[in-house]
């Protein structure tokens, strides 16, 4: 077995270090589950314009928390119509491929959560949307989300 004295390794690291210092950096690839959010939150996007959603806004919610990667807001004009979209977004989720979304609030239909795993859309109705404010929660001043999932204290 051969064993190397303290300075060698040390001369051995310094020389692997020089090497990674010259080397150009490479480009770091996008994941293709970035690519396969995008696509989701498109289709939904126009899912949403197609049933004339109102005052439609995504929110990136990656790194920031993880219970989902983004976030729609949208608005219905009244709660018959908040149902109504809250059923084309279910049934776009369906041809996209999703696992059926689970659906929160469809009785009342002052807001309707569908949850598509790594997309949330909120349908809400003008005041409801109001009172809550969900882009102010959720929107670009809020804290990143420490590894461990928990709060930061």
Not at 9 to 19: D, G, I
Request: with cysteine; glycine share 8%.
């Amino acid at each position: 077995m051969c064993r190397r004295r303290p300075q060698e390794t040390e001369a051995l690291t310094t020389a692997a270090r020089s090497r990674a210092a010259r080397r150009p950096p490479q480009p770091v690839p996008v994941p293709q589950e970035d690519e396969r959010i995008k696509a989701i939150v498109k289709s939904l996007l126009a899912c949403l314009d197609d049933a004339k959603a109102e005052d439609v806004t995504p929110i990136n919610l990656a790194g920031k928390t993880s219970i989902a990667d983004a976030m729609i807001v949208a608005t219905g004009r009244s709660t018959t119509h908040v149902g109504a979209i809250a059923d084309r977004v279910i049934r776009a989720c369906k041809d996209a491929g999703l696992d059926t979304p689970r659906v929160e609030g469809i009785p009342a239909c002052d807001w309707v959560l569908v949850d598509a795993g790594d997309v949330l859309v909120h349908i809400f109705r003008p005041e409801v949307r109001e009172f809550y404010n969900l882009e102010k929660l959720w929107g670009g001043n809020r804290p990143v989300e420490p590894a461990g999932g928990g709060l930061a204290h």
